[in-house]
């Protein structure tokens, strides 16, 4: 059984560019929840996808999107960059929602925007 | 706004002593609060959790207290080892339909020989 994997590992970009990161969830698992981590905090839930639909949106702006797949991967999007974006993005997938799903992290992408 | 409060940032104590790490919280709605271990490189990964209606919950050198009245909650790692060496958050999350984890700001946490 495979854990949950994330691509890039790291990725560099400029200021107004647009970002796409992957996110292969863990068998058998159908929801997805990504989280930003800045450097020296917490994570921060930015939202959650149950069987291919939004479940849950944390305080992000639109330009933050995702997206969930058939086979439950999912991708994060990020239009229109800005330095504080600049983060460790985690996703983290689970066999349902609700408190009983304990949620698996992959081991995130770094995002530096310059 | 950060509605779960961890504390201290940093900590350092001897092999063999007990570590503690005390978070608070704002939300009345949560009541589920779990502990994350993240070392280097790696994401967070569950530690232990409790809800509201016990006080204590004990998993081998591990152990939450809980303290619902002052809304307070405590992670002590008993005989600490060098291996115990990371960064841990406290979390929480209610009956919001979704399982969105509130993280604290998080402890690096040094056990030195």
């Known amino acids: 059984e495979t854990g949950v994997t994330q691509s890039p590992t790291h990725l560099i970009k400029t200021r107004g560019q647009q970002v796409t990161l992957r996110c292969s969830s863990q068998s058998g698992h159908n929801t997805v929840s990504w989280y930003q981590q800045a450097l020296g905090q917490g994570p921060q839930f930015i939202f959650q996808?149950?069987?291919?639909?939004?479940?849950g949106r944390g305080n992000f702006p639109p330009r933050f999107s995702g997206l969930q797949f058939p086979n439950y991967s999912s991708e994060l999007n990020v239009n229109a960059l800005e330095l504080d974006d600049s983060a460790l993005y985690l996703c983290?997938?689970?066999?349902?929602?609700?408190?009983?799903?304990?949620?698996?992290f992959g081991p995130g992408t770094r995002l530096t925007v310059t | 706004q950060q509605q779960v409060k961890q504390s201290p940032q940093s900590l350092i104590v001897q092999k063999g002593g007990i570590s503690i790490i005390n978070c608070a919280y704002e939300?009345?709605?949560?009541?589920?609060f779990p502990w994350y271990q993240q070392f280097p490189g790696k994401g967070p990964a569950l530690l232990i959790a409790i809800r509201p209606d016990v006080s204590e919950k004990k998993e081998g050198r591990f152990t939450i207290s809980f303290n619902k009245s002052a809304k307070q909650f405590s992670l002590h790692i008993m005989d600490s080892q060098p291996g115990d060496s990371a960064t841990y958050f406290c979390a929480a999350t209610g009956n919001f339909g979704n399982e969105k984890l509130t993280f604290g700001t998080g402890t690096r946490l040094t056990i030195i020989p």
């Open positions: 996808y149950y069987r291919e639909e939004e479940n």
């Open positions: 983290a997938s689970s066999l349902g929602t609700g408190r009983g799903y304990e949620q698996y």
């Open positions: 939300n009345t709605a949560f009541d589920y």
